[in-house]
């Protein structure tokens, strides 16, 4: 076959060429010209030597890292942006991630020891130690800094008792040993706290939202520290933290007759005991596939029986569960189609059960009488108000008060002074499901601020019933079963607002924790 002619280059080539050719030419005219021109800097003098003292070799440990993929470019490897290979690697690389995300989330089953699960930082270094003293004991609309309960309200008050109240509950005092600032009681937001029960000095519980749990004891002494040492450092107090839980810490609750013991709840679908004597967590309920997703938005337990404690999800659903049981055995009973976001038992009879809904609806319920069959049963409802919008926390007073939260910007009071008296399912009216007293409160907390939930003082030693509630003006109210503001606590340092509160159960102690996992704290 006689070899193919090469083309005749067309006139267009030829021009196309020379133009090059051309360019190339005036390009290295300008070099050489730029060359001649600019003189070449000189080169920098060499620095001169000097010799230093060799620093004695320290032998330091390996510092252990993780581990990591380093990440290559796929155009250089040669692969094709639509290549089969390029998408495998993505979703081998997005199931990975997927995997770790879950695997940090991950409940942690059976008992922990305490000195395994400290929390780092220098913070919270003293870890065990810092339980030593604990052992064997008996948005919207938001004007921080703006008061809504003056002094002159307190003053002119024309009820002597109500004045008198009003007075010592204005009286408590911010915590002096230590500024806010200083108090970080948990690493992350605060979710849930508990005052321990003993009268012998205030300890104080706080879970935050990735399931660490921080223990502060305010009787301890804040160390002298020269005034006039402008290089002096102030310690930090001396707080322990523990990573308990690997989801937020929902709800804190504290054994009758058992000053050892502290019950935690979580978003992980565990419930847990902290043995403050042995310094061990022990796992007290979890369901019984790991890969369930149960998350517990509150506990209680009842004062009767101190093996029995009460839970709900933010699935909807109680549970009632025997300590001295599987986690297996424990009756769940779905209430309603949308999460409970708290509720409580009645102090005083523990029967009477309160729930706050997702679904705008405080409901009362009778654990005396299930209703039902199979999947349907669930205990008897009494009696339910709805509300405009969504009702955060139900909280009942051992006087027969409910204390409830809800996103129309109201604080309600229901009264139930008989409670005790009712009949096993008894119907309570539409009349007298009607609260008692309504309170105009800012409960818009938007994305970054615990909802604002009241909490009452459980055994109060004046006989008075009354609970705290978070301010988001960046103070607590303290507020009387029949609807009137006793006071509104503050104090220097409170940069955030001190969204969850509650009472010591028996003296005039409040904490109140916030988004930055910091404590205040009155006396």
């Not at 870890?127 to 064997?136: E, I, Y």
């Not at 921080?214 to 301890?220: E, K, L, R």
Request: net charge neutral; glycine share 8%; charged share 25%.
């Amino acid at each position: 076959m006689p070899p193919k002619k090469e083309a005749p280059m067309s006139a267009f080539e030829r021009k196309r060429l020379e133009n090059i050719a051309n360019n190339n030419a005036i390009l290295s005219t300008i070099s050489t010209t730029a060359e001649k021109i600019i003189p070449k800097p000189a080169p920098p003098k060499p620095k001169p030597k000097t010799k230093r003292a060799a620093a004695p070799r320290v032998k330091q440990e390996p510092v252990l890292r993780e581990t990591r993929s380093t990440r290559q470019s796929s155009r250089l490897a040669g692969l094709d942006a639509d290549s089969s290979v390029l998408k495998r690697k993505a979703e081998v690389e997005a199931e990975s991630e997927a995997e770790k995300a879950r695997a940090k989330k991950m409940r942690v089953s059976g008992d922990l020891n305490l000195g395994d699960i400290k929390v780092e930082g220098r913070k919270w270094e003293n870890g065990l130690d810092g339980l030593a003293g604990l052992k064997g004991l008996g948005i919207r609309g938001a004007q921080p800094g703006v008061r809504t309960f003056t002094e002159e309200e307190v003053e002119e008050t024309s009820d002597e008792s109500l004045k008198g109240l009003r007075l010592r509950m204005s009286g408590l005092k911010l915590y002096e040993k230590w500024p806010v600032n200083d108090i970080k009681i948990v690493p992350q937001r605060v979710y849930a706290m508990g005052f321990h029960p003993t009268e012998e000095k205030p300890i104080i519980f706080a879970g935050d939202k990735e399931g660490a749990m921080g223990v502060f004891d305010a009787s301890q002494e804040a160390p002298e520290v020269d005034d006039d040492d402008e290089d002096a450092e102030y310690p930090d107090p001396v707080i322990s933290a523990f990573k308990t839980h690997s989801r937020t810490i929902s709800s804190f609750h504290f054994a009758p007759g058992n000053a050892n013991a502290v019950y935690s709840a979580s978003y992980d679908s565990s419930i847990r005991k902290l043995d403050l004597d042995k310094g061990v967590s022990i796992e007290v309920f979890a369901p019984v596939d790991p890969s369930e997703d149960l998350p517990i938005s509150a506990i209680d337990m009842p004062s009767t029986d101190p093996n029995m404690i009460i839970f709900s999800t933010l699935q909807g659903s109680l549970g009632r569960h025997d300590m001295r049981t599987k986690s297996a055995d424990a009756e769940i009973w779905g209430l309603t189609e949308q999460k409970i976001g708290g509720f409580s038992l009645h102090p005083a009879h523990p029967h009477l059960l309160a729930t706050a809904s997702l679904d705008r609806t405080l409901k009362i319920w009778d654990l005396r009488k299930i209703t039902g069959k199979g999947d349907l049963r669930h205990p008897a409802l009494l009696g339910e108000h709805e509300s405009r919008l969504s009702v955060s926390h139900a909280s009942w007073s051992s006087g027969g008060h409910i204390a409830t939260s809800s996103y129309d910007d109201r604080i309600k009071i229901y009264s139930f002074p008989d409670a005790g008296k009712w009949a096993p399912g008894k119907n309570v009216t539409e009349a007298e499901m009607k609260p008692t007293h309504q309170i105009p409160h800012n409960n818009q907390t938007g994305r970054w601020v615990t909802i604002l939930k009241p909490q009452w003082q459980k055994q109060p030693r004046d006989g008075i019933h009354k609970f705290v509630i978070g301010n988001m003006n960046r103070f607590v109210d303290v507020f009387a079963a029949n609807g009137e503001q006793l006071a509104q606590l503050d104090g220097d340092g409170i940069t955030a607002v001190p969204a969850v509160a509650h009472f010591h159960p028996t003296l005039d102690w409040v904490a109140g924790g916030n988004a930055s996992g910091k404590l205040c704290l009155w006396m």
